[in-house]
């Protein structure tokens, strides 16, 4: 299956269900190639293997070492939960209500998310663990045009937004939630 065909709507049915559709082994890998290739993905546990993508102009890369310490009121899971709300949100910005984003996990198959099918992170399957907030694996999600997109570093700690609309969708939603910037490049 390609991107955007299927049954209802032009997705599968079971995207209207829960959002989430994975590819076949084939789609997925040309999907994850172009991406990779693109953004010059290089997964690392280390800080000389950092940042993961090239990252692209506009961009941002916010430190989530407060979350990941716990530091956020109410403590990590709240933190995370308080991310995951960031990004799907963004997500929905970027996004009409009918569009999908590409989903990529460097070791697990890539898929589609359709951000506008849940209101809430938390009922997204696996939004704590590498889907909507990088612990223990990475997330990344991105546009169609590859025009505006999320990464989540879960060993830098960190969170690249990038693409004109999503870095402004982002510090719009971002109420002293995440204060830190490590990296940022300005619009070209």
Wanted: aromatic content about 14%; some cysteine; glycine content about 12%.
């Amino acid at each position: 299956m390609a991107w955007g065909q299927g049954s209802v709507r032009g997705y599968p049915a079971v995207v209207e269900a829960d959002g989430w559709v994975d590819l076949d082994w084939e789609a997925g890998q040309v999907l994850w190639s172009d991406f990779a290739e693109k953004f010059r993905f290089r997964a690392g546990t280390k800080s000389k293997d950092w940042p993961a993508i090239a990252e692209p102009a506009p961009s941002v890369v916010w430190d989530l070492s407060p979350i990941f310490a716990g530091a956020y009121p109410g403590g990590f899971l709240a933190g995370a939960l308080a991310v995951a709300g960031l990004v799907l949100g963004t997500l929905q910005d970027c996004t009409d209500w009918y569009e999908t984003v590409a989903f990529h996990d460097w070791v697990h198959p890539s898929g589609l998310f359709r951000p506008h099918s849940v209101d809430e992170p938390q009922v997204v399957s696996g939004w704590d663990t590498g889907g909507l907030f990088p612990n223990g694996d990475y997330t990344i999600f991105v546009g169609r045009d590859y025009a505006f997109g999320v990464l989540g570093h879960p060993w830098e700690q960190s969170l690249c937004v990038f693409g004109d609309h999503a870095v402004d969708a982002f510090a719009a939603r971002n109420h002293d939630i995440l204060e830190r910037v490590l990296r940022q490049r300005d619009r070209s």
